[in-house]
């Protein structure tokens, strides 16, 4: 099994929402770049929760926007072994320290978890973060498919409270 190693953050001082993954997928980390996969719909939904087109922008202008909207991206899993892309396969994960990046964003007023995996460590990382909302969000991975994309859109569009 192969070990995988996840991005640096993509914030900065006026991040207020962080949106947590797990590890990226192989389609990402070829591409060196998030939700890279064109089966995942995280672009879609972030695109309709900021109301702009997102997807069809070149990736630097994707995080360009994220950033002047406050919207950050990381994940909870530094690195880890894992055959393919999906969260189920992943073992010896090396966890990030959540708790003390968390604590150098000062505008930061929510975290929304990208799925079970992301909520499940990140959550067991950060307790109970006193001023901080933590939001659990249904993965926009085409994997996980018993969910309809209307039904992961309507859920995502809770992040509109948090934006900038």
């Known amino acids: 099994m192969q070990r995988k190693a996840a991005f640096p953050p993509s914030v900065d001082a006026h991040t207020r929402l962080l949106?947590?993954?797990s590890l990226p997928g192989d389609a990402s980390i070829r591409q060196g770049e998030y939700y890279a996969?064109?089966?995942?719909?995280?672009?879609?939904l972030l695109g309709d929760v900021l109301g702009e087109e997102l997807r069809g922008q070149?990736?630097?202008m994707r995080l360009k926007r994220l950033r002047a909207r406050?919207?950050?991206?990381?994940?909870?899993i530094e690195s880890a072994e894992r055959e393919g892309s999906l969260d189920g396969a992943i073992r010896g994960a090396e966890l990030r320290d959540l708790g003390a990046f968390v604590a150098r964003l000062?505008?930061?007023k929510a975290i929304a978890f990208n799925g079970k995996t992301a909520a499940l460590h990140g959550r067991r990382q950060l307790?109970?973060?006193s001023g901080l909302a933590l939001i659990d969000l249904p993965s926009s991975s085409g994997a996980y498919a018993s969910l309809s994309r209307d039904a992961k859109r309507t859920?995502?569009?809770t992040l509109r409270d948090w934006l900038a």
């Open 19 to 21: 949106i947590l993954g």
């Open 37 to 44: 996969h064109r089966g995942n719909a995280f672009w879609a």
């Open 58 to 60: 070149p990736y630097a």
């Open 70 to 76: 406050g919207v950050g991206l990381w994940d909870v």
């Open 106 to 108: 000062p505008a930061l």
């Open 127 to 129: 307790g109970d973060r």
């Open 155 to 157: 859920a995502w569009m």
